[in-house]
Nanobody, 124 residues
Framework: QEQLVESGGGLVQPGGSLRLSCKASGFSLDDYFIGWFRQAPGKEREGISSISGRGGSGNYAEQVKGRFAISIDNTKNTVYLQMNGLKPEDTAVYYC?????????????????WGQGTQVTVSS
């Protein structure tokens, strides 16, 4: 079955860190672009980071630049989002998406795959 599955969310105190995982099954991320999105309660989904399945430097939204880092482990067919310096405003459900031709940035675009999401809560 072709799917993306996120994991690694949870409750963390402000200033803390989490690492999210986005594991692909049934297809190889090598041939895709992968992005992370998030949606906070009552807010629209926003794109926060993306990367080529072949690696390289990632792209970041201004609100997470310098705090979040995206990476890929092709041997595990998994993309990671390392989140440091977490703030209460980072609280959201985090989703990953993958597409063969589009760099997942626009939350309104249609992508080949979406994960089911993982909850991140930043609170003391």
């Amino acid at each position: 079955q072709e799917q993306l599955v996120e994991s690694g969310g949870g409750l963390v105190q402000p200033g803390g860190s989490l690492r999210l995982s986005c594991k692909a099954s049934g297809f190889s991320l090598d041939d895709y672009f992968i992005g992370w999105f998030r949606q906070a309660p009552g807010k629209e989904r926003e794109g926060i980071s993306s990367i080529s399945g072949r690696g390289g430097s990632g792209n970041y939204a201004e609100q997470v630049k310098g705090r979040f880092a995206i990476s890929i482990d092709n041997t595990k067919n998994t993309v990671y989002l390392q989140m440091n310096g977490l703030k209460p405003e980072d609280t959201a459900v985090y989703y990953c998406a993958a597409d063969r031709t589009l760099l997942p940035i626009d939350p309104m675009a249609t992508y080949d795959y979406w994960g089911q999401g993982t909850q991140v809560t930043v609170s003391s």
